[in-house]
């Protein structure tokens, strides 16, 4: 099991639910939950296999919001 952690400008459950279908159609991805009320509106992302942040990245920029690799 691998958690992914990354920093979002998702401010809203609203807007975090608009990225289900995306997340819900990603093979490998079992879990995913945006805490909106981190300052950071950290996303986290519960996954079976091996994803790579710039896929998740690409995902998300796709949809319009800016995420980066939340820093260690």
């Not at 289900?20 to 945006?34: A, E, L, Q, T």
């Amino acid at each position: 099991m691998e958690i992914l952690i990354y920093k979002t400008n998702i401010t809203s459950q609203k807007k975090a639910k608009q990225l289900s279908p995306i997340f819900n159609s990603f093979s490998g991805i079992k879990d995913w939950h945006v805490d909106t009320k981190d300052v950071d509106n950290v996303l986290r992302i519960e996954s079976d296999n091996q994803l790579i942040d710039n896929e998740i990245i690409q995902l998300i920029s796709n949809a319009g919001y800016n995420c980066e690799v939340f820093p260690d």
